[in-house]
């Protein structure tokens, strides 16, 4: 399964419709059709919707199959992501480049995100499966 399914199987059981999710939360109804069809949100956007869902973002994601697998805040911290990902880099006693290597992350992105840009939520997700640490973690909206 993926996102888009993942999201259209939620839709259908709170038995709520894309336009009235978006409402409801706050996005732009293009947005959520974008998403059906594919597409993936931004941090912002997918944080919405898992509060919406009240679920976490590896079970938005598809990483993992239950929706509140570990305890998670409604509000995320995109400011610890990178001394959380450098915590994890030394944790696995292995370089940036490495993980840049292996998950084919351009050079200059831990130049970005250590000027405080924070990765798309497909590079998360990657992270996330690389390290064992979930989505939430990543991005303070979770402490494990």
Same mark, same amino acid.
């Given at each position: 399964?993926?996102?888009?399914?993942?999201?259209?199987?939620?839709? +259908?059981?709170?038995?709520?419709?894309?336009?009235?999710?978006?409402?409801?939360?706050?996005?732009? %109804?293009?947005?959520?059709?974008?998403?059906?069809?594919?597409?993936?949100?931004?941090?912002?956007?997918?944080?919405?919707?898992?509060?919406?869902?009240?679920?976490?973002?590896?079970?938005?994601?598809?990483?993992?199959?239950?929706?509140?697998?570990?305890?998670?805040?409604?509000?995320?911290?995109?400011?610890?992501?990178?001394?959380?990902? $450098? +915590?994890?880099?030394?944790l696995n006693k292995?370089? %940036?480049?490495?993980?840049?290597?292996?998950?084919?992350?351009?050079?200059?992105?831990?130049?970005?995100?250590?000027?405080?840009?924070?990765?798309?939520?497909?590079?998360? $997700?990657?992270?996330?499966?690389?390290?064992?640490?979930?989505?939430?973690?990543?991005?303070?909206?979770?402490?494990?």
């Amino acid at each position: 399964m993926n996102f888009n399914l993942r999201l259209k199987e939620l839709l +259908d059981e709170q038995e709520i419709s894309a336009r009235k999710l978006c409402e409801q939360i706050g996005i732009d %109804h293009t947005s959520i059709y974008m998403y059906l069809q594919g597409g993936y949100p931004n941090l912002e956007n997918a944080v919405k919707i898992a509060n919406y869902f009240d679920c976490t973002l590896n079970f938005l994601f598809c990483i993992d199959e239950l929706p509140n697998q570990y305890k998670f805040f409604y509000e995320y911290n995109a400011g610890l992501f990178f001394k959380r990902y $450098t +915590d994890l880099l030394r944790l696995n006693k292995i370089s %940036h480049y490495k993980v840049g290597k292996e998950l084919k992350l351009g050079n200059s992105t831990f130049k970005k995100w250590q000027s405080g840009c924070i990765p798309k939520i497909e590079t998360l $997700t990657k992270l996330s499966k690389y390290f064992g640490y979930s989505i939430d973690y990543l991005v303070g909206r979770s402490d494990t």
